[in-house]
């Protein structure tokens, strides 16, 4: 008489490999979600090797189930003009949390990024350039890793761009540093060219995708601007552009079509500017 024991036994190996399988693959794809390799490839097509950066999505921390005390966060400081803020100190003048391993200091990077390890609630931090001051900002950050800016004493810059990232795994940026015409200025001729500048070299695109990926990533709104033709040299996108409605704000916005000769996607940025027909 077969026992269950004795029929386990007589079952293939295969089936009972295929079960496991079955069982267990689930499983893989939901653990750590983005983390996973399957998934994030799926989520991530255009980034590779390296590129594939630890960034925290928003409710991701939640989703796992973790409430973490600190988090490693990086933002963009940029001035009115849209052109980021390079090379400055920062120094945190204030802190709701007690954490050990809080940054109390650090520096702003030359494209404009600041790196800084921050505690849960409000932290208040001070820029400076060589000791004299520029403006002082407060962040507060939740248990999720949402962040918000709740203050800023300063009319001329703005933080952006604020996104948790996995300590151990540094993201890369790729963001947008200035452009011409700059965010809040004005256009003067009827044929304006339209200058893009990056954080990092551009690719060697052909000239048809290069055409297809700014028709997608760079809108324009009212359409009354056309563009002709294009040009890439090193971290600058020039692009010829016709004006045929004057003295109207413009609303460009630049999207993540748009990447880095290493594959990573431009922080999607807006820009808007006035145009003129004559100059003053």
Not at 34 to 51: K, S
Request: aromatic share 10%.
């Amino acid at each position: 008489m077969n026992t269950k024991f004795s029929l386990m036994q007589t079952k293939p190996v295969s089936a009972i490999i295929k079960v496991f399988f079955v069982l267990l693959f689930p499983l893989f794809l939901l653990q750590n979600c983005y983390y996973n390799p399957v998934v994030y490839d799926l989520l991530n097509p255009i980034i590779e090797g390296d590129e594939k950066a630890g960034l925290f999505p928003g409710g991701l921390l939640l989703a796992l189930g973790r409430q973490p005390s600190s988090f490693a966060i990086s933002g963009i400081i940029r001035n009115s003009a849209g052109e980021v803020l390079t090379d400055k100190e920062f120094t945190v003048t204030a802190s709701d949390s007690t954490e050990a391993g809080l940054d109390n200091s650090g520096i702003i990077d030359s494209v404009g990024r600041f790196y800084m390890n921050i505690g849960l609630g409000y932290t208040t931090i001070h820029v400076t350039d060589l000791g004299e001051n520029i403006f002082t900002f407060t962040l507060n950050v939740n248990g999720q890793g949402f962040i918000t800016v709740t203050a800023n004493d300063s009319s001329e810059y703005v933080v952006e761009n604020l996104v948790p990232y996995d300590p151990n795994n540094k993201p890369l940026f790729f963001d947008l540093t200035s452009s011409t015409p700059a965010n809040n200025g004005t256009a003067y001729t009827p044929g304006p060219n339209i200058i893009l500048n990056f954080s990092d070299t551009l690719p060697n695109w052909e000239l048809s995708e290069l055409q297809s990926i700014i028709n997608n990533n760079v809108i324009v709104t009212p359409s009354s601007i056309t563009f002709g033709s294009t040009a890439v040299s090193g971290n600058q996108l020039t692009i010829m552009a016709m004006v045929s409605v004057f003295d109207i704000q413009y609303t460009m916005e630049i999207g993540p079509g748009i990447y880095s000769a290493k594959g990573t996607p431009v922080t999607p940025t807006t820009i808007r500017f006035f145009t003129q027909e004559n100059p003053p």
